[in-house]
């Protein structure tokens, strides 16, 4: 089992930036695909982007260029760069992780096993 924290969410401005974090502890980092959702009021949770343990990334078409997600395994963490912010952004945002094949960078959030409580990011001016 794994257990994911996110940090790093808050209030922005319209063009900001924020940097999240998810932190896995537990089993094996390398061992897992790590993705990130949002899901903002009323609406279902969406992929985001996802990393696998090479480094090779997948991301939602609406977000592609402005998040860029990268990995530390030697911190266990991957974060999530997120410039040029927009209101529509404003959503809680979960990561992920998904056991089985280290390199299937899915986008189904069924096909993810474990969750961290979720971060809240508001754009606003």
């Known amino acids: 089992q794994v257990q994911l924290v996110e940090s790093g969410g808050g209030l922005v401005q319209p063009g900001g930036s924020l940097r999240l974090s998810c932190v896995a502890s537990?089993?094996?980092?390398?061992?897992?695909?790590i993705a990130w959702f949002r899901q903002a009021p009323g609406k279902e949770r969406e992929f985001v982007s996802a990393i696998n343990w090479t480094g090779g990334t997948s991301y939602a078409d609406s977000e592609k260029g402005r998040f860029p997600i990268s990995r530390d395994n030697a911190k266990n963490t991957v974060y999530l760069q997120m410039n040029s912010l927009k209101p529509e952004d404003t959503a809680v945002y979960y990561c992920?992780?998904?056991?089985?094949?280290?390199?299937?960078?899915?986008?189904?959030?069924?096909?993810?096993?474990?969750w961290g409580q979720g971060t809240q990011v508001t754009v606003s001016s």
């Open positions: 537990g089993r094996t980092f390398n061992n897992y695909v």
């Open positions: 992920a992780a998904r056991s089985g094949s280290r390199f299937f960078l899915s986008t189904k959030e069924y096909e993810y096993d474990y």
